[in-house]
C-alpha cells in the first residue's frame, strides 16, 4: 500500500479544506412566469423552456362529495 512519504505540514493541511465549499444554486427568474428556478432546466411551475412547453402537467379536479 502505498503512504504519504513526509507529513502534511498545517498550512498545506488547511489549504485543502479552504478549497471545500458548498456553494448556494444559481437561480434565475422563469422568462414565462417569473418564478426562480435552475438555468437550462424546464420550468417546474409552468413547463416551459426556451418558449416551447415540454412538460404538460395534468389539472387537479377537485374532489366533490
Known amino acids: ?6 507529513r502534511r505540514s498545517k ?3 488547511r489549504m485543502k479544506q479552504v478549497a471545500w465549499k458548498i456553494t448556494p444554486p444559481q437561480l434565475r427568474p422563469c422568462p414565462r412566469c417569473k ?3 435552475v438555468p437550462h432546466f ?3 411551475t ?7 412547453q ?6 387537479k379536479k377537485p374532489k366533490e362529495a
Not at 46 to 52: A, L, P, Q
Not at 54 to 59: G, L
Open 1 to 6: 500500500m502505498p503512504v504519504p512519504k513526509r
Open 11 to 13: 498550512s498545506k493541511k
Open 35 to 37: 418564478t426562480l428556478g
Open 42 to 44: 424546464a420550468c417546474s
Open 46 to 52: 409552468c413547463g416551459y423552456y426556451k418558449d416551447v
Open 54 to 59: 415540454v412538460i404538460q402537467f395534468k389539472e
